[in-house]
C-alpha cells in the first residue's frame, strides 16, 4: 500500500475538497483502484493529476464579481 495514496490524502494535497476527489476518482477523471473497499491513487500518477488540475484551474471560467 505504499505505492498508494487515499482520497484524503490526495485531497489534503491538492487542496480540493474530498467529495470532490471521489467525484473525479468515479467518473474516471483521475486514475484511481478499488482496492479492499478503498479507493486509491497511484503515487505515479500524482504528478499528472497535478498537471492536469493546474491546467483547468488556469482555463477555468471565472464568475463575474457582483457590481454594487
Do not use: C
Not at 3 to 30: C, E, F, H
Amino acid at each position: 500500500m505504499e505505492d498508494y495514496l487515499t482520497i484524503q490524502q490526495l485531497s489534503k494535497r491538492m487542496n480540493v475538497p474530498i467529495p470532490t476527489v471521489y467525484v473525479w476518482a468515479k467518473q474516471g477523471i483521475i486514475p484511481s483502484q478499488k482496492i479492499l473497499g478503498r479507493v486509491l491513487v497511484r503515487k505515479d500518477d500524482v504528478g499528472d493529476i497535478f498537471e492536469r488540475y493546474e491546467t483547468y484551474k488556469q482555463h477555468k471560467i471565472k464568475k463575474p464579481e457582483k457590481t454594487k
